[in-house]
């Protein structure tokens, strides 16, 4: 399921370079956008439920804690470290640090796997209490978070705000951009640990357990979005499937995380299935950070080249402050649908054989550089 996800991630990453809108005007492109929405929801939950199963060995509680919580401290170094330098020169090509740098889905999951970290030694009941209620009551302040905004940037402390949860709404003159905020994402990287409980029963029980917790969180979304109690800040035209559908990701609503994380969680057995098509998804899935490593410079790459071709130059908008602080693409520069899922293909069957070869040396190595990619 997580190899899925990350090839659904690709669609919008190419989508960027191709000059179309996210999520409109046209019916095609709303969809091209909304399909990667599962993207991040699953990369969190995911984190959380790899970091149970890492860490349920040795037998010994003490040992086995401080040994996750040593791991996930220092990946989540790793991925800070990553986002900042190599992610952020593999989205611009430039090196313009000074006006723009970006903290993205990995500076998110990075942060949440220290946090994961400093309370990993709770009972994992107690994270599943604490994540459900980040998730679920973070809805109660949008209300006040235009008066929350303008307080938190009168404060010394207001970069805090940023990061914690404002980021999305805050004013973008500053070179730093907080794309994912740490609320509510690092209830999600809670959840998905206590789901690491779900994944360790027979799977009968699991597969019981992933219907039961899917369908439920598809329903109360389809509740809570019918009748607008709460939620989601972003109204809907009653009239519109596109406009119901279009749910709050900056920061992420209870109602988008219910939209996405409900299917996700509902299709994991058939992603145990053992078919072809979900094998070869599991390759990508087994290295997830060796992929996404490569992706973005790899898709960047081949819009470079699109660009040749069609113009007989490279055009300078790709070296832009993509994906947030990039200009409006020149006029003639925009692709069809068409193109950007050609590229996307193209993508993805260059990737998978590298993927493989290295999902075939992180099976046997056990170098410690390995086990963090």
Known sequence: MRGAVMVLMAIDHVRVYSGLPAGGPTVGIFFTRWVTHFCAPAFAFFAGTSAFLHGRHPEDAGARHGA????????????LLLELTVIRVAWTFNLDFAHYILAGVIWMLGWCLILLAAVVRLPVAALAAIGALIVGAHNLVDPAVPRLVAAAQQSPMGWLGQVLYFGPSWPSDGPFVVLYSLVPWIGVVMLGYAF??????????????????????????????????????????????????????????????????????????????????????????????????????????????????????????????H??????????????????YGVFIATIAVLYPVCRWFAGIKATNRSWWVRYL
């Not at 996750?68 to 991925?79: E, Q, T």
């Not at 994906?323 to 950007?340: D, H, K």
Request: hydrophobic share 50%.
């Open 196 to 321: 690491g409980g779900v994944m360790a029963m027979d799977p009968t029980r699991a597969r019981r357990w992933c219907y039961l917790l899917g369908v439920g969180a598809v329903a109360a979304f389809l509740v809570l979005r019918a009748t607008r109690i709460y939620g989601d800040p972003r109204p809907w035209n009653g009239e519109d499937i596109l406009s119901f559908l279009n749910t709050t990701k900056y920061p992420a609503s209870l109602q988008f995380l219910l939209m996405t994380l409900g299917p996700t969680i509902a299709l994991l057995p058939w992603a145990n299935g053992g078919q072809r098509s979900t094998t070869v998804l599991a390759v990508f899935g087994r290295v997830p950070l060796f992929y996404y490593l490569l992706h973005i410079p790899a898709i960047h790459l081949a819009a470079v080249l699109v660009s040749f071709a069609r113009e007989g130059q490279i055009n300078a908008w790709l070296f832009a402050n």
């Open 323 to 340: 994906p947030m602080r990039n200009p409006p693409p020149p006029a003639g520069y925009t692709w069809s649908l068409l193109l950007l």
């Open 68 to 79: 996750l919580a040593r791991y996930l401290a220092s990946r989540g170094l790793v991925l």
